[in-house]
């Protein structure tokens, strides 16, 4: 079974600049989540998505952090403008139950 | 607001020895307790997890201790190996069917040779 995919492995942008992180989750799972883990943290949910639409986003910046779960598989989060404090691992995960399957994550360095 | 204290932030022990992670809560609705491992520049990875019926369940030689009254659970590592090396993550699951994640903060786990 294929796992959580996420692209790029690797960013790093100039403050003020836009980013945008992609989630394949894996096949069959309807939640999907973005977590934000700083250096030295546990992650830290963003947004929640049940299919398409969104169940939890309390904890997203949403003046400057979008995220779409279109047609309720793939994913995508945006920055828009990035700060320095944006800098973080984002990680995709996915579930079908109790289990949340991890991606990768996203290395981003903002400068 | 929902919390999940972990303890201690690192930990060193020679191979062999038991390793136990702490971790304290504070909302009684939570209704599922996980740990992940993680390794530099992976994911995290669910290790195992129990539920608060339940004192105590053991996978391989990873062990859940968990008592209700103090809002405590903990993980023990048995035989340790230098493989075991990771951070480790508590966590804890709100009520209601969101499946939302609350982690701790984290345990950097070192098993020397």
């Known amino acids: 079974e294929a796992g959580v995919a996420q692209s790029p492995r690797y960013k790093i942008i100039e403050k003020r600049q836009s980013v945008a992180f992609w989630c394949n989750p894996i096949?069959?799972?309807?939640?999907l989540y973005w977590y934000q883990q700083i250096l030295g943290q546990g992650p830290k949910l963003l947004i929640q998505?049940?299919?398409?639409?969104?169940?939890?986003d309390s904890q997203l910046p949403k003046d400057r952090f979008s995220a779409e779960r279109l047609k309720g598989v793939d994913s995508t989060l945006k920055i828009q403008p990035a700060k320095l404090e944006d800098s973080a691992v984002y990680l995709c995960a996915s579930s079908s139950a109790d289990t949340q399957y991890f991606g990768p994550g996203t290395r981003l360095t903002v400068l | 607001q929902q919390q999940v204290k972990q303890s201690p932030q690192s930990l060193i022990v020679q191979k062999g020895g038991i390793p136990i992670i702490n971790c304290a809560y504070e909302n009684t609705a939570f209704d599922y307790f996980p740990w992940y491992q993680q390794f530099p520049g992976k994911g995290p990875a669910l290790l195992i997890a129990?539920?608060?019926?339940?004192s105590e369940k053991k996978e391989g030689r990873f062990t859940i201790s968990f008592n209700k009254s103090a809002k405590q659970f903990s993980l023990h590592i048995m035989d340790s190996q230098p493989g075991d090396s990771a951070t480790y993550f508590c966590?804890?699951?709100?009520?209601?069917?969101?499946?939302?994640?609350?982690f701790g903060k984290g345990t950097l786990l070192t098993v020397n040779p």
């Open positions: 129990i539920r608060p019926d339940v």
């Open positions: 096949s069959g799972h309807a939640t």
């Open positions: 998505f049940q299919n398409n639409g969104v169940v939890d």
């Open positions: 966590a804890a699951r709100g009520e209601g069917g969101n499946y939302k994640l609350t």
